[in-house]
């Protein structure tokens, strides 16, 4: 048992790690991308920030071919699909054609549904666990995140608050869907996705009449985007292969906390009292999740399926020659029917009825 719970705490912390630094390069991107509107429409800025992240991460896989991630497979390409098209897509269009319709107080407001939407899907309908203890934690990070944005301001139209709440309902299920592929290598899955939302956004952007920016400004923001929508998705999209969707959600919420601090600095913007009370109800909310441990006797069914893995006690299986060496790597195995009881997190091999 104790094993066990080293290796349950090991996982939880990095997921936490990876879903905190994912959450702090988005919201680093928030007062960088609201200077260079000022040289672009949003839909040409969406496109360099997708763009950036899908050709960086090609370039680093060019550099890095090497890799023990499974790869995609032709089963995967439904649920890739629906990431593209979810999160690449569908998202971002109804997030401009909503602010063009709601003050942006409001459209700050209303994008923090992505977090309780993302939970909502995940608890609901991917039947992961997030126990009384997590909930309350859960909460206190989002109820942080929506005061860190809160201030007095215009309410907007009911067609532009649907838009934005629709935009958030995409990423919702971008995220969950995301965590369906997080067993394949979270680059591939990247790439793919910001290659195919930067041309989709870029394109639109010109059809709709907007003017390329300088040089040095394009470079700017695909820098940008190779950060803070390259390496944050890549980093959360471990996140979610570690400890889930709803508990990612609750870590990437806190990307606002890191959003207000940087506009003191870029934007010279000045902190609230409320703004310092939502930031420590969110190092509260995020401090519990690191402690929560869950442990119970639950079922593993039958299962045959391909990702990185070493040999722990979900993993004793027979190797053919063809199989690579060393450990970790990647290659078909089956999981045997088992009953134990052990600490654990709703990952990919813990999706089981409470």
């Avoid at 905190?20 to 390069?25: I, S």
């Avoid at 934690?137 to 301001?153: E, K, M, S, T």
């Avoid at 990307?255 to 009292?273: D, I, K, S, Y």
Wanted: aromatic share 4%.
């Amino acid at each position: 048992m104790s094993d066990a719970l080293d290796t349950a705490r090991s996982q939880s912390r990095r997921g936490a790690v990876y879903g905190l630094v994912a959450a702090a390069l988005f919201g680093l991107s928030a007062p960088l991308a609201k200077r260079l509107l000022g040289e672009m429409t949003p839909q040409i800025l969406a496109g360099l920030l997708y763009l950036g992240a899908g050709l960086g991460l090609s370039g680093w896989r060019a550099l890095s071919p090497a890799t023990s991630e499974a790869r995609m497979t032709r089963p995967d390409l439904p649920v890739l699909a629906g990431v593209v098209i979810s999160g690449g897509v569908v998202g971002p269009l109804l997030m401009l054609v909503g602010l063009n319709r709601v003050s942006a107080v409001t459209g700050s407001l209303l994008l923090n549904l992505e977090g309780p939407l993302t939970m909502g899907i995940a608890v609901l309908v991917f039947r992961e666990h997030l126990g009384r203890y997590g909930l309350v934690a859960a909460a206190c990070v989002l109820i942080g995140a929506a005061l860190l944005r809160f201030q007095p301001g215009a309410v907007g139209v009911t067609w532009g608050m649907a838009a934005i709440a629709g935009a958030c309902l995409a990423w919702a299920i971008d995220n969950n869907l995301t965590q369906r592929l997080s067993l394949r290598d979270p680059f591939a899955i990247v790439r793919v996705k910001s290659l195919a939302a930067g041309s989709f956004n870029l394109a639109l952007g010109l059809a709709l009449g907007g003017k390329l920016p300088a040089a040095g400004i394009i470079v700017g923001a695909l820098l940008l985007g190779l950060f803070s929508y390259g390496a944050s998705v890549v980093l959360d999209a471990y996140a979610l292969r570690l400890v889930g969707a709803a508990r990612e959600a609750a870590y990437f919420a806190t990307a606002p906390f890191v959003g207000a601090l940087a506009a003191t600095v870029v934007l010279n913007e000045q902190l609230r009292t409320l703004d310092l009370a939502a930031m420590l109800l969110m190092a509260v909310g995020v401090a519990a999740l690191l402690r929560e441990r869950h442990a119970h006797r639950h079922v593993h069914d039958e299962l045959v399926h391909a990702h990185q893995h070493v040999h722990d006690e979900h993993h004793q299986h027979s190797h053919d020659p063809s199989d690579p060496p060393g450990q970790p790597h990647s290659h078909e195995h089956r999981h045997v029917h088992m009953v134990h009881d052990h600490p654990h997190v709703p990952d990919a091999h813990h999706r089981h009825r409470h």
